[in-house]
């Protein structure tokens, strides 16, 4: 909950840190894979729905959204799953530079 609700990372200890990021890597990819199992039709459209509404508002809550801004660019997703979730979310970073 502090690490969601802060500004920024900054007066995380580094073992705090590592937890943060790690708890928020994991929880977007398993995001993601429900995303893919709603686009290859093996999850219902009312659920992803409420999932990526979901997800997106984690991503506008302060300590997320600088989290994102950096994890975004690590190529650790498509650039399909970032779109959905911020065009689901009104985020309008722009495009990834890691992914053409």
């Known amino acids: 909950s502090r690490m969601?609700?802060?500004?920024?990372?900054?007066?995380?200890?580094?073992d705090e840190r590592l937890r943060f990021i790690g708890?928020?890597?994991a929880n977007?990819?398993?995001f993601e894979s429900m995303f893919f199992r709603f686009e290859?039709?093996?999850?219902?459209?009312?659920?992803?729905?409420?999932r990526r509404t979901w997800f997106a508002g984690?991503?506008?809550t302060p300590g997320v959204a600088q989290w994102?801004?950096?994890e975004r660019e690590s190529s650790c997703y498509t650039n399909e799953f970032?779109?959905?979730?911020?065009?689901?979310?009104?985020?309008?970073?722009?495009p990834s530079t890691q992914r053409a």
Do not use: C, D, K, T
Not at 4 to 14: A, H, L, N, T
Not at 82 to 94: C, Q, Y
């Open 28 to 30: 977007a990819q398993r």
């Open 4 to 14: 969601v609700e802060q500004e920024s990372m900054e007066g995380f200890s580094g």
């Open 40 to 50: 290859a039709g093996l999850l219902q459209e009312r659920i992803w729905r409420v």
């Open 23 to 25: 708890l928020m890597r």
């Open 82 to 94: 970032i779109e959905e979730v911020e065009r689901a979310g009104g985020i309008a970073l722009g």
């Open 58 to 60: 984690w991503l506008q």
């Open 68 to 70: 994102w801004a950096e």
